[in-house]
């Protein structure tokens, strides 16, 4: 039972960890986006899923696109976007539709 309870315990620790790591506001917006060469498409399934800028210590930096196969049949990529907010720019993820 005491195992139990503790590992409900640290599983809410993360999850509280994690909901506030979100929430990173940014003073200044990222720069302008980097054109990417989109390579060959593996597959007629795969969808284009393009590069954003991710804050990592202290700057942002680039995280370069990739193809991707959708999790089901007409499944639509929303990319993400850092929203301008009243303390700054905040990053909203995307995610399938």
């Not at 284009?48 to 991710?54: F, L």
């Not at 639509?76 to 539709?97: D, L, M, S």
Request: aromatic share 20%; with cysteine; glycine share 12%.
């Amino acid at each position: 039972m005491k195992r139990i309870l503790l590992t409900a315990i640290f599983g809410f620790a993360l999850a509280v960890c994690d909901g506030q790591a979100a929430g990173v506001y940014v003073r200044f917006g990222p720069p302008p986006p980097v054109r990417e060469v989109m390579v060959a498409r593996p597959g007629p399934r795969y969808v284009w899923v393009p590069g954003y800028y991710r804050w990592r210590h202290a700057r942002y930096v680039w995280a370069p696109g990739y193809w991707a196969a959708p999790p089901r049949p007409r499944a639509v990529w929303v990319p993400g976007y850092w929203a301008h907010q009243p303390h700054g720019y905040v990053w909203i993820g995307g995610n399938w539709r």
